[in-house]
């Protein structure tokens, strides 16, 4: 409503601007609208028109004051309408190329104050300007307890719901949301959904240190990460594998014991947060078990338990696809294979009247999505023995090399499974197998993302760059930036003052080259002035110009204030007898002025008199008489 307020108001401004303080008040009106469009706008074009407005601005602000200061001066003189005494800008000079380069220059010099004003101020909101972000992104999977087959319809939602910022792309990254322990062939829960606070930076203690500290595994390197996640409609805090550093604006958060991590509140608007994470490799002496072994944990058992309609067909079909493997690692691996294998994917799957979903999926319809996949696999473990759980997260593959991120999707949504082993912990498993794609489709797409693909990646790129560093600016990023100048400013000062002692320590060596090379840049140009004759020069640089250019150039510089335009192919008498009716008009003094100063330049350049020093003085004061004369009243 204020803006639209300000949009009238502007309009009814334009068509009622009869008196000087009419142009100040626009002006402040459409200071009002860039600074309401600040507050209302979060697209990167904002800098452009921003940019657009501070030239224009600056341009109409610095013509509007010399137009009052011209219009003043000629109150004062007491110019009446109808007098031959010129408009404001038709009898001046104004829009020149020193004008235009200065108003460019203090424009440009505006934006870059601008800019340094936005990032040294402290940060403040908008007040009744401010807009939200929009509503939060409707997201499925991601709550203690979910509805089997909730995560179709998401497949199909191409909404950006974060930016994952790394050093490098991995092959295959899974980013965890939620994981669930418990299903009961209607929805996944999580039972173990107690949490313990945590604060932000706080190192989170590893559950199988002293297992991982007895095997001479090396622990796999540490996996950084920044988030950057729209507003969505869950407290779920994403991460991959085993989060170790968690920093964020909040000053606390939660993580339950599977290891889940979320905030106690939707705070409703992005969350941008950093996260160390470890991604959990097989340690050896796990590759070689055999038997199963349970998390030393509250609720271990949950994770082998299983509801199924008919468990011994479940058992039989698991036997049937590690028939060959020996160790807990071949059986997860055997399962995942042969769901890839012996099962398509598909969004598309029929509910069954006579059949539960999973029953239907693994002996009856044999397709489905990564619900179906995952919780097939979870069962089929849990029927041999070995523990695992389903987690929900996302599985991005849209890397941006611009900007080193990945672009997460809705559609990117995904399950998959983790299996414990005791010294490595949860190893991630992906039964999924990839969707089908159509040849001509994936030609045609292919073709379309060769030529479009990398413009929307920078574009993307860009925007990010301005959503974070100028729409999500805020306090704590300035002080960052200033701790970050105080100690580049540090570094620089150590710097030059290792430098400077260098020097003064080998001032004696610099000291004779500089003398070497002082004499030898005097001999070259003693020898280049000799070559060129050094009397001619020197007495070419002493000569004066011709002062009667000057003094008619001056004349008729005066005379174009007037529109009186002298032509190339006029003699300065030609000119002077067609202007003569119109400078007789506006005084005769002015016409006497003109006349003496054309007949001197006659004398000086064609009857080759020398000026004298009273005529010197004449002119000068003849053309400052011409420069501020304006006609008597009548």
Not at 164 to 177: Q, T
Not at 256 to 278: C, H, R, T, W
Not at 466 to 494: C, N, P, T
């Amino acid at each position: 409503a204020s803006a639209y307020f300000l949009n009238l108001l502007l309009l009814i401004k334009l068509f009622t601007l009869n008196r000087s303080r009419d142009f100040i008040q626009l002006f402040l009106v459409s200071f009002l609208q860039i600074l309401a469009a600040s507050a209302l706008s979060f697209q990167v074009s904002f800098a452009f028109f921003l940019l657009f407005y501070l030239m224009v601005a600056t341009w109409g602000m610095i013509l509007y004051q010399m137009k009052a200061e011209i219009e003043e001066r000629n109150r004062l003189y007491g110019v009446l309408e109808g007098s031959p005494f010129p408009d404001t800008f038709e009898s001046e000079e104004v829009i020149t190329l020193p004008f235009f380069l200065t108003t460019l220059g203090v424009g440009i010099f505006s934006f870059i104050f601008t800019i340094l004003i936005f990032f040294i101020i402290p940060r403040a909101g908008a007040g009744f300007l401010k807009k939200g972000e929009g509503g939060e992104i409707r997201t499925s999977g991601f709550s203690e307890k979910v509805d089997f087959g909730s995560m179709a319809p998401v497949k199909l939602d191409p909404t950006v719901v974060m930016r994952v910022f790394l050093s490098a792309p991995p092959s295959k990254m899974y980013i965890r949301g939620t994981s669930f322990n418990i299903y009961d062939g209607v929805s996944w829960k999580n039972t173990l959904h107690y949490q313990r606070q945590l604060s932000s930076g706080e190192e989170i203690p590893d559950p199988l240190l002293k297992r991982k500290a007895k095997s001479k595994q090396k622990q796999p390197a540490p996996l950084a990460q920044e988030y950057i996640v729209e507003p969505m409609d869950t407290q779920v805090l994403f991460a991959p594998g085993r989060t170790v550093r968690l920093e964020s604006p909040f000053r606390n958060f939660y993580m339950d014991e599977m290891g889940n991590l979320a905030l106690q509140y939707k705070p409703g608007f992005k969350k941008n947060y950093k996260v160390i994470s470890l991604i959990p490799e097989l340690f050896p002496e796990d590759q070689r078990m055999t038997l199963p072994e349970l998390p030393d944990q509250r609720g271990n058992q949950t994770y082998a338990d299983y509801s199924f309609s008919d468990k011994d067909r479940m058992v039989r079909l698991a036997e049937r696809a590690t028939e060959s493997a020996h160790t807990l690692y071949e059986k997860a691996q055997a399962i995942e294979s042969f769901l890839k294998g012996n099962y398509a994917y598909s969004l598309s799957v029929s509910p069954s009247k006579d059949h539960s979903p999973m029953e239907n999926f693994l002996f009856y319809q044999k397709k489905g999505y990564c619900e179906h996949f995952a919780t097939a696999m979870v069962l089929m473990l849990r029927s041999l023995g070995i523990p695992s759980r389903l987690v929900t997260g996302y599985s991005p593959e849209e890397w941006n090399p611009y900007g080193s991120y990945f672009k997460v999707r809705q559609s990117d949504a995904h399950a998959w499974v983790e299996v414990f082993f005791p010294h490595s912990g949860w190893i991630t498993f992906d039964p999924t197998p990839p969707a089908p794609v159509n040849p001509v489709e994936a030609s045609f797409s292919a073709r379309m993302k060769d030529v479009f693909l990398p413009l929307d990646q920078l574009m993307d790129a860009v925007k990010l760059k301005w959503d974070r560093y100028f729409i999500h600016y805020s306090i704590d990023d300035q002080l960052e930036m200033a701790h970050e100048v105080q100690k580049k400013g540090f570094l620089a000062g150590e710097l030059f003052k290792t430098r400077m002692d260098a020097f003064i320590d080998n001032l004696s060596d610099y000291k004779k080259t500089g003398e070497v090379l002082f004499g030898f840049l005097m001999i070259l140009i003693f020898l280049r002035i000799m070559a060129k004759g050094f009397p001619e020069r020197i007495q070419g640089f002493f000569r004066k110009t011709d002062p009667c250019i000057d003094l008619y150039a001056g004349l008729l510089k005066i005379l174009e204030r007037y529109h009186l335009h002298k032509n190339p192919h006029q003699t300065p008498f030609e000119f002077l007898k067609e202007s003569s009716d119109f400078l007789r008009q506006v005084g005769p003094p002015f016409y006497d002025g003109a006349k003496w100063i054309t007949d001197l330049y006659y004398r000086l350049r064609f009857g080759g008199e020398e000026i004298s020093a009273e005529d010197q003085i004449r002119v000068g004061e003849v053309l400052e008489m011409l420069k501020r004369y304006s006609p008597s009243l009548r």
